[in-house]
């Protein structure tokens, strides 16, 4: 399982590669080159953020949840 997820991160990572190397490439001018790149890796870090944020709090909810439910059910 885990190799399976590990294997799809990976293709994800690759496909976003090139999704941004195509990208940059058709843009003609330099300097814009520079920027698109350099916003288009803003906004991956920003969702890997979204990402991480979000997969915390399911944890957490999910930590409280079942503290909640070991506690009710002791008593």
Do not use: R, W, Y
Not at 15 to 37: F, G, H, R
Request: aromatic share 6%; with cysteine; proline share 1%.
């Amino acid at each position: 399982m885990f190799k399976h997820k590990n294997t799809k991160s990976v293709e994800l990572k690759q496909l976003k590669k090139m999704m941004t190397s195509e990208i940059v490439a058709s843009i003609p001018d330099n300097a814009l080159k520079a920027k698109v790149k350099k916003c288009l890796e803003k906004i991956d870090m920003a969702l890997f953020a979204k990402h991480a944020i979000t997969k915390a709090k399911f944890e957490a909810s999910m930590k409280l949840s079942n503290e909640l439910f070991n506690g009710k059910t002791k008593n």
